[in-house]
């Protein structure tokens, strides 16, 4: 079960690292597009910032969940050193617990929000939703489960083992 669990958590969070990825090409294919147009041609397009503002959100909150199974998210190095193994796992699952807390708010809210500002549109871009930007905060929320408790379950502490 927990290896199985762990191949979920590997896709899951592979497949939100590819979305964090294209977001943040997509960002910067869009600022070299922006700067062209502004700089080179003269005609500034100024649904390109509205864009860019948005893919990086959505990399932002896609990118999450790999810093929470890397172990890199929520540290708390200086206990987690002075400690034995046991106020060590202790640590561990203070943290899971308000990690899960803090994503479980992130989605109730944030879907919230998304709904409310589905009657909103993007400035410069008035065809779509603001819906589509606000989605990314329970979508970032809900990639961000499987590797909280994928650190949990299978620690790695990358942040801790390179610090000097």
Not at 100 to 122: E, H, K, N, P
């Amino acid at each position: 079960m927990k290896s199985l669990f762990l191949t979920l958590e590997r896709w899951t969070t592979a497949i939100a690292m590819a979305g964090a990825c294209a977001m943040l090409a997509i960002s910067a294919s869009l600022g070299m597009f922006q700067i062209l147009m502004r700089f080179v041609l003269e005609q500034p397009a100024e649904w390109t910032e509205v864009l860019i503002r948005f893919s990086l959100i959505w990399m932002v909150f896609l990118a999450i969940p790999m810093a929470f199974r890397q172990g890199a998210m929520v540290s708390v190095d200086v206990l987690y050193r002075w400690s034995p193994p046991r106020i060590r796992r202790f640590l561990d699952w203070a943290v899971a617990i308000a990690a899960l807390t803090l994503v479980g708010i992130i989605i109730w809210w944030g879907f919230d929000y998304a709904q409310r500002g589905s009657v909103q549109t993007m400035a410069g871009l008035e065809s779509i939703s603001m819906f589509w930007a606000y989605i990314a905060l329970p979508v970032g929320g809900l990639f961000c489960i499987p590797g909280i408790i994928g650190n949990l379950i299978d620690p790695k502490r990358l942040e801790l083992e390179t610090a000097q």
